[in-house]
C-alpha cells in the first residue's frame, strides 16, 4: 500500500467535522470519500474498499462500535475512532474490539492525520495488533473466534447475548461497567431496560457456579468480573 496516497473513508453524522477531516486528509494528498450514518458506512466499505475508516463512534444507525465489531469478524481494515466520550472504558472497549487507534473530540486535525498516517504504515508494514482470539481467566476460557465457553472442561451452554455478556466482562477483568456501557457495547444501543443486563448476569453467575470466576455486583454502579476465591 502507498500510504503517502490512500483512500479513506471518513463517517461521521457531523457534517462540519466530515469536511474538515476530508480536507486536512485531501491537502495530504489521500482521496477521501465519506459516510453520514452506519448504513452508508457499511455500503461504502464494500463497495468501494477503502485503506483506512475514520469513523464516529455516535452515529445514527449501526453506531461505531458495532460497526467496528462487524468489520472486525469480515477483515482487517484499519480504523481509527473519533469519540467525544472522554470516559476510559469507552477508548479501551474500541481498541479491544479492534480498533487501531482513537482520537478524542474535540480534537487538533493535524494530529488527527499524524494518527492516520501512523496507523496506515504499520498496516503497509503488517504490524498491526490483533485482539486475542481466546480469552483465559482462572480456568475460563473464551473462544472470540468459535463463540464457545468453558470453565475446566465443562462446556458453558450460553445462549448469544450471554456469551456476548460473558466475552465483554472478560476483556475487562476486574473492571466495574455501568449498565449502559454493557448495554451500548454488547446491544449497541441504550435503548433496552437495566433489567435486561440484570437478567444475563444474573443467568451467568448460574453458569459460573462451583468455577472461581464470578460477577460481582458493585453498588451504584454495576458489575465486574472477578476470578479467585471470594
Avoid: C
Avoid at 448504513?39 to 444507525?61: S, W
Avoid at 472504558?89 to 487538533?108: M, W
Amino acid at each position: 500500500m502507498d500510504t503517502s496516497s490512500s483512500l479513506i473513508l471518513v463517517a461521521d453524522d457531523d457534517v462540519h467535522i466530515v469536511d474538515l477531516v476530508r480536507l486536512y486528509l485531501e491537502r495530504a494528498g489521500h482521496e477521501v470519500i465519506t459516510a453520514y450514518d452506519g448504513e452508508q458506512t457499511l455500503a461504502l466499505v464494500n463497495e468501494r474498499k477503502p485503506d483506512l475508516l475514520v469513523l464516529d463512534v455516535m452515529m445514527p444507525g449501526p453506531d461505531g462500535l458495532q460497526i467496528l465489531r462487524s468489520l472486525r469478524r469480515r477483515g482487517d481494515i484499519p480504523i481509527v475512532l473519533l469519540t467525544a466520550r472522554s470516559s476510559d472504558i469507552d477508548k479501551i472497549a474500541g481498541l479491544r474490539f479492534g480498533a487501531d487507534d482513537y482520537v478524542t473530540k474535540p480534537f487538533n486535525p493535524d494530529e488527527l492525520l499524524a494518527r492516520v498516517e501512523a496507523v496506515l504504515r504499520r498496516s503497509s508494514n503488517g504490524t498491526r495488533v490483533v485482539e486475542q482470539e481466546v480469552l483465559s481467566l482462572d480456568g475460563l476460557e473464551i473462544d472470540l473466534a468459535g463463540r464457545t465457553a468453558s470453565v475446566g472442561k465443562r462446556v458453558l451452554e450460553l445462549t448469544p447475548k450471554e456469551f456476548d455478556v460473558l466475552a465483554l466482562f472478560a476483556r475487562f477483568p476486574g473492571v466495574a461497567l455501568d449498565r449502559g456501557q454493557i448495554l451500548d457495547m454488547v446491544w449497541g444501543t441504550s435503548f433496552y431496560a437495566n433489567r435486561t443486563v440484570d437478567v444475563h448476569v444474573g443467568r451467568l453467575r448460574e453458569r459460573l457456579k462451583g468455577s472461581s470466576v464470578r460477577i460481582e455486583t458493585v453498588w451504584g454502579t454495576g458489575y465486574r468480573l472477578s476470578v479467585g476465591r471470594a
